[in-house]
Nanobody, 115 residues
Framework: QVELVESGGGLVQAGGSMRLSCSASGGASNIDVMGWYRQAPGKQREFVAGLTNGGPIEYPDSVKGRFTISGDNKSTVYLQMNFLKPEDTAVYYC??????????WGQGTQVTVSP
């Protein structure tokens, strides 16, 4: 059973930067894709970034040019977030996809961007 642990959230001022980390354990070698989603209060969870064997998945317009995913897609991924905006405030969740299984989620880490 794959487990994901996120770290690196917190409070930052608008325009600042923050780096999130996610580590996978327990069968991580079966992971095909690792990535990040976020969920703001009252909104649906949305895709932020993903990393496959072939490289990063295209970023959504909301974060393109500001967020960068790195690492490998088997055990550890990072999300570098630059030029943060108040609308980036959300709980950020690490996600792992294993063929034939339901997606695995981390516990989430809060990112708060003050104006």
């Amino acid at each position: 059973q794959v487990e994901l642990v996120e770290s690196g959230g917190g409070l930052v001022q608008a325009g600042g930067s923050m780096r999130l980390s996610c580590s996978a354990s327990g069968g991580a070698s079966n992971i095909d894709v690792m990535g990040w989603y976020r969920q703001a209060p009252g909104k649906q969870r949305e895709f932020v970034a993903g990393l496959t064997n072939g490289g990063p998945i295209e970023y959504p317009d909301s974060v393109k040019g500001r967020f960068t995913i790195s690492g490998d897609n088997k055990s550890t991924v990072y999300l570098q977030m630059n030029f943060l905006k108040p609308e980036d405030t959300a709980v950020y969740y690490c996600n792992a996809l294993i063929p034939g299984q339901s997606p695995t989620w981390g516990q989430g880490t809060q990112v708060t961007v003050s104006p």
